[in-house]
């Protein structure tokens, strides 16, 4: 694997992981000043709070796992159940994130808002699909290894 781009991959997952923490924490402070330049997030300001809050933490949690699963590819041990596991929370993570983001269709409507929906839900799926394959990966290497 190249070592250059291993460590700028290690190092933007964790960049993400901590700032999304600091974003999350500062949200209630942005949105207050951001409501000087958009109406909408003075309007609903507690729903949007609420809603990118708890979407925040669960883009934490899925960086988390991804950081997870980098581990196991740096140390040349990615097919295994360890990584079936965090690719099905993936998933799970990534559905929730588009439903949330559905709630704010109720609140205002703008393209980027479908965009995300889409992109999570297809994330979602991808990572589930992806989790079935991991496991049979996983599956053939402890056969191999049982017959070695």
């Known amino acids: 694997m190249n ?19 600091l974003v999350c924490l500062t949200l209630p402070f942005t949105f207050k000043w951001y409501g000087s330049y958009n109406d ?8 949007l709070v609420v809603i990118f809050f708890l979407s925040g933490v669960l883009a934490i949690l899925l960086i988390g796992e991804l950081r997870k699963m980098f581990d196991t590819v740096l140390a040349d041990n990615c097919f295994v159940k360890e990584n079936v596991k965090s690719l099905h929370k993936m998933g799970t993570y990534s559905f ?6 559905a709630f704010r269709l109720f609140l205002y409507l703008t393209p980027a808002v479908l965009i995300i ?4 839900v297809i994330a979602g799926l991808f990572s589930k699909v992806l989790a079935g394959v991991f496991d ?8 191999n290894d049982l017959t070695i």
């Open 3 to 21: 070592l250059k781009l291993t460590r700028i991959t290690k190092f933007l997952l964790d960049f993400m992981y901590f700032a999304g923490m």
């Open 40 to 47: 909408l997030f003075v309007i609903y300001y507690w729903p």
């Open 96 to 101: 929730l994130i588009a439903l949330l983001t």
């Open 117 to 120: 929906i889409l992109v999570f």
């Open 136 to 143: 049979r990966a996983v599956s053939y290497k402890e056969e």
